[in-house]
């Protein structure tokens, strides 16, 4: 760092690069939106126009963003299925991260491979193959049907009838979980691995159960894991519209949905401007709140 | 009575032998050392001890109840770690109380206890501090009182100063022995630093590729050390190889390259080929020929200055080099010679040892 500041030169020639694409492909962008927020459509020969927009400065893009009941009751839903998913993400992957973290470094880079290797497959080709393990002759309805006849259960209580598991906020939740759980794992198991084992030794010596060393000095040392993971995922999760779009229909809309319906559908951007932000802040909300926790935790992460 | 009782016990890892067959038995309120190079087991041992690991054979008592299989947090004894493992995320306090709170003693009396064990080892004014803003010798402070705070039978300490210098080991030498008199309970510690083991415990195990060589106290183990292992181990030898050519009542009668044919106590029969061990600092060196004990005459080849003492390297006209120690007791002494000197080295032939090669 030091050294930065004597060769200010050799600091600009590797920092440029990044500055100016981040300058140009996120903050100017971001800047357009902004304003685009606060715009309306344009009026052309007395007649709105569907197409062109005109920056007024009017804030009522959030005003009808705010005071619409339906948009904050969207946002709220998509905050509690984001907050259901993340909740769920790390209940799963916590004992997987655990074990990878303490497997055999041969068997290691197997297991993080197996993580992430639904990377490889592209998003939406992953979330098709979920409506063919969820829909009413998927695999999940085609193995419970299997079982429910084996166990003879069709002579006491008729044909089975096929779950339907498509197009509800379960299958949402489902989809995200799926999708977002690497982002889950890999944080976790990165903290996990760092965690000194003496220090779970010391706690059992000490004369404190599994449950207690793992509530009390496992689960603390691995918080800023935990709080990373967390946010990886609730943040994505909050944004998201594929998963929604494909597994939930029209019975469970995400804030992420209605904010693609302005851009395309409606052609209403200054709205969906508007809704974006008003998502920003949420998650802004969200991170503030995570500095918070972890100042709270008194470790840095 | 023993307080720990290890029979016959096997420490088998995937294609390694840890611990082989190792029987000790440790007394209440004893200072019990096992000391070691790295990897002769001895870290094994004490996980035994405390239950991270389980033996392969055999059985552990503490306290007359077979421990072999229990869980670590059901075992009358605490550990201090090598890195002493103090939580970062409690207070110097919290850590001490641990151990406590997690056992279910009311808070009032985990704080009170805590509190006391604090100043035991005189961190009572750090309690509030977290693990980060302490030093080394602190921290090793905190978990002892963790530790201590339990009331265990047994406090094992697993190398416990090798993270600390030189001058601070010294005092925690000092401090830990002032505690161990001080609680009476029984410690054992695992060490490579011989002076630790020598200048602490009641009595050391030696150890070496998983099986215990000797178990006496301090002085025993120096002076007559049971097998060129342990000579070598515990401070500086002299080792001459020679061929046992008779016996009788005041000892053997040996043919040594350096010093022809000599006779030196030892109970025992032995034959064939042994090691003859003296140490360097029962050598006495003089230009002269002494007249009497067992002597060599040689060319000083290396002169060490400690301070204290000087470590000379001698080259007999036959026979490996020898090695002396000199006090240097007088401002003097260290003009008493030079490199390339010609010397008689004597010693006592009480002062020879007999050992298996």
Redesign the interface.
């Given at each position: 760092m030091e050294s930065f500041r004597k060769n200010q030169g050799v600091f600009w020639i590797l920092a440029g690069p990044g500055s100016l694409w981040l300058l140009f492909f996120f903050l100017v962008p971001l800047g357009i939106v902004w304003i685009l927020s606060f715009g309306e459509k344009a009026v052309i020969d007395g007649k709105v126009s569907i197409t062109e927009t005109e920056i007024t400065w009017t804030l009522a893009n959030y005003v009808r963003a705010l005071a619409d009941p339906v948009y904050l009751v969207i946002m709220w839903k998509s905050a509690w299925i984001s907050a259901l998913a993340t909740t769920l993400c790390l209940i799963i992957a916590y004992p997987v991260a655990f074990v990878i973290a303490f497997a055999s470094p041969r068997w290691r880079p197997w297991l993080l491979l197996a993580v992430i290797l639904p990377f490889w497959i592209n998003l939406l080709i992953r979330t098709y193959a979920l409506i063919a393990v969820f829909r009413i002759r998927g695999y999940v309805n085609f193995t419970l049907e299997w079982t429910y006849d084996s166990l003879w259960l069709d002579r006491l209580f008729g044909p089975f009838e096929p779950l339907e598991l498509l197009y509800n906020d379960f299958a949402v939740v489902a989809g995200l979980v799926y999708v977002f759980m690497p982002f889950m794992v890999l944080p976790l198991f990165a903290s996990i691995e760092r965690l000194?084992r003496?220090?779970l030794?010391?706690?059992?010596?000490?004369?404190?159960?599994q449950m207690?060393t793992f509530l009390?000095?496992t689960v603390?040392?691995t918080m800023p894991g935990i709080i990373s993971g967390v946010i990886l995922v609730f943040i994505p999760c909050l944004g998201s519209f594929l998963t929604a779009d494909l597994l939930g229909g029209t019975n469970a809309t995400m804030i992420g949905n209605v904010i693609e319906r302005q851009f395309k559908a409606a052609n209403d951007w200054p709205f969906g401007a508007a809704l974006s932000f008003l998502l920003m802040y949420v998650t802004f909300g969200a991170l503030a709140l995570r500095a918070l926790l972890s100042r709270d935790?008194?470790?840095r992460t | 009575m023993s307080i720990i009782s290890i029979r016959n016990v096997t420490k088998k890892f995937v294609g390694i032998t840890a611990v082989d067959n190792a029987n000790i038995e440790i007394s209440a309120n004893e200072f019990f050392a096992v000391l070691g190079p790295s990897g002769c087991g001895k870290t094994t041992l004490l996980r035994m001890l405390a239950g991270f690991e389980t033996p392969t054979k055999g059985e552990i008592l503490i306290d007359g109840v077979d421990v072999s299989t229990m869980a670590p947090n059901k075992r009358p004894v605490n550990m201090v770690f090598q890195s002493y493992a103090v939580f970062p995320h409690m207070t110097v306090l919290a850590n001490v109380g641990y151990g406590l709170k997690v056992t279910g003693v009311p808070a009032a009396e985990t704080r009170r206890r805590a509190e006391e064990a604090l100043e035991m080892v005189q961190l009572a004014h750090l309690g509030e501090r977290k693990p980060d803003q302490l030093s080394g010798g602190q921290r090793q402070r905190v978990a002892l009182a963790r530790a201590l705070v339990k009331r265990p039978k047994v406090l094992l300490l697993d190398e416990p100063m090798s993270a600390l210098d030189a001058k601070l080991r010294e005092q925690m030498q000092l401090e830990l022995t002032r505690l161990q008199e001080e609680v009476g309970i029984t410690f054992v510690i695992v060490t490579h630093d011989q002076d630790e083991a020598l200048s602490m415990a009641d009595r050391i195990a030696v150890m070496q590729s998983g099986r215990v060589e000797q178990i006496a106290t301090p002085e025993l183990l120096y002076e007559s050390p049971n097998s060129r292992f342990v000579a070598d181990f515990i401070g500086k030898v002299n080792l001459l190889d020679a061929q046992v050519t008779g016996a009788s009542d005041h000892g053997v009668t040996v043919d040594v390259a350096h010093l022809g044919k000599v006779t030196v106590p030892h109970s025992g029969g032995v034959q064939g080929m042994v090691s003859l061990a003296v140490r360097p600092e029962k050598i006495r060196m003089t230009v002269g020929r002494p007249d009497s004990g067992l002597a060599v005459q040689g060319r000083i080849v290396d002169w060490a200055y400690y301070g204290d003492t000087s470590h000379i390297h001698v080259q007999p006209a036959n026979g490996p080099p020898m090695s002396v120690t000199v006090q240097n007791d007088t401002r003097s002494t260290i003009e008493s010679g030079e490199v390339g000197d010609q010397v008689w080295l004597s010693w006592q032939a009480d002062d020879t040892l007999v050992l298996d090669r």
């Open positions: 000194d003496s220090m030794e010391a706690s059992l010596d000490l004369g404190a159960s207690a009390r000095v603390p040392l935790a008194g470790m | -």
